[in-house]
C-alpha cells in the first residue's frame, strides 16, 4: 500500500519541479503578449503608427535576466550567430510568415555565437523593451546565452 503513496509523491515532485522550471521559460511568451497599442502620429513616416504600451506586468520584466524558450528564426542581415531573431514559434508560424504578432519576437544579441537549430532552444539574458524606435522589434535580449537545447 506504500508503494502507490511513493509513486504518487515523486508525480507530484516531478510535476512541481517541471512546472517551477520548463513552464516559468515557456509562461515569458505568455507574459510579453500583456501589451495594448496605442495610435501615435510619427513624424519620420508622416502617418500614425501602432506604439506598444507595455503591461506592468512586462514593465517589470525590464533588464531583468530571464530564460526563455524559443526558436532561432535566420534573418539575412543580422551578423554571424551573436545577433539573431528569436521567436515563440518555429520559422513556419512565426510573425514574419504572417503567423503571429510582434510580441511573439524578440531581437538576440549574444556573448558569443548561437548554432541555429530548427529545434527548441533556451536562451538567458537581459530583457529590454522598445516603443520608441519603429525600426526594431519591441523586445531585445542582450547579453544572451545558449543554457539548454
Not at 506604439?51 to 526563455?68: A, D, H, Q, R, W
Not at 543580422?78 to 539573431?84: A, D, L, N, V
Not at 539574458?125 to 537545447?149: E, H, P, S
Request: charged share 25%.
Amino acid at each position: 500500500m506504500r508503494l502507490p503513496l511513493i509513486i504518487i509523491s515523486l508525480i507530484s515532485f516531478s510535476v512541481l519541479a517541471s512546472a517551477q522550471t520548463g513552464g516559468k521559460e515557456d509562461n515569458i511568451w505568455k507574459t510579453l503578449s500583456k501589451i495594448s497599442y496605442k495610435k501615435e502620429y510619427d513624424e519620420l513616416m508622416g502617418f500614425k503608427i501602432d506604439k506598444p504600451v507595455f503591461s506592468e506586468t512586462v514593465k517589470g520584466l525590464e533588464s531583468k535576466e530571464v530564460t526563455i524558450k524559443g526558436y532561432i528564426i535566420p534573418v539575412e542581415g543580422y551578423k554571424s550567430h551573436k545577433e539573431f531573431i528569436f521567436s515563440a514559434f518555429p520559422y513556419s508560424m512565426c510573425f514574419f510568415c504572417g503567423g503571429a504578432g510582434p510580441e511573439t519576437v524578440m531581437e538576440v544579441e549574444a556573448t558569443e555565437g548561437v548554432k541555429y537549430s530548427a529545434d527548441a532552444v533556451y536562451l538567458k539574458g537581459i530583457l529590454k523593451l522598445n516603443d520608441k524606435d519603429i525600426n526594431r522589434l519591441m523586445y531585445k535580449l542582450v547579453n544572451a546565452k545558449l543554457v539548454k537545447n
